[in-house]
Structures are given as C-alpha cells and as structure tokens.
Nanobody, 115 residues
Framework: QVQLVESGGGLVQPGGSLSLSCAAS????????MGWYRQAPGKQRELVAG???????NYAASVKGRFTLSRDNAKNTVNLQMNSLEPEDTAVYFC?????????WGQGTQVTVSS
C-alpha cells in the first residue's frame, strides 16, 4: 500500500503564493511519477504538474511559469510552489503517485484564492 500525506494550502489573496508538500510512504518502490491534480467545483479533475523519477516535469498550460514542482527522491516528497495565484486556481489539490500502472491519491487540500 501507498500512503500520501499532504500539507500546505489555505487562503491567499490574488497575486500571492502558497506551497504544497506531499510525502509518500509505504510500498514506494518502482515509482514512475508524482505530482498534483486539482479539482474545482463543478469541473473535472485536471493535472497541474507531474515529475518523473528521472526529473522530467510536465505542467498544465494554465500554470506554466507560475508553479514549480520539485521532488526529493531521498525523502519521497514532492513540493509545489505556487506563485502569482489567480482566483481560477481555487480548487482542491490532490497529490498523486503513479507506479506500475496504478494511481494513488492523497486526501486533498483546499486552495482558495480570493480577496
């Protein structure tokens, strides 16, 4: 089994910054990728950013240049630095881990961008 524990999130004004962290534990061998999805009310879950074991990152077009995903392989954590936040970034953010063709999910953390 895989456990993902998220931290960070909260309320921030437009233009502000937040950081999300996700720590993986359990059966975490053969990881292919980790990262974050998000789901806004009434919308489908969408990929925000992912990073492979080799360090290749992939970002949604809407966050490219504003968000930075990093990974600490030794600690099995990923961190999402979110800058220049916009109201459209408001959503529940879910950490994910992909291994051997399966996805594992964190419990989700709320990010609200509002004045």
């Amino acid at each position: 089994q895989v456990q993902l524990v998220e931290s960070g999130g909260g309320l921030v004004q437009p233009g502000g910054s937040l950081s999300l962290s996700c720590a993986a534990s359990g059966s975490i061998f053969s990881i292919n990728a980790m990262g974050w999805y998000r789901q806004a009310p009434g919308k489908q879950r969408e990929l925000v950013a992912g990073i492979s074991t080799g360090g290749t990152t992939n970002y949604a077009a809407s966050v490219k240049g504003r968000f930075t995903l990093s990974r600490d392989n030794a600690k099995n954590t990923v961190n999402l630095q979110m800058n220049s936040l916009e109201p459209e970034d408001t959503a529940v953010y879910f950490c994910f881990l992909a291994k051997l063709g399966k996805f594992y999910w964190g419990q989700g953390t709320q990010v609200t961008v509002s004045s």
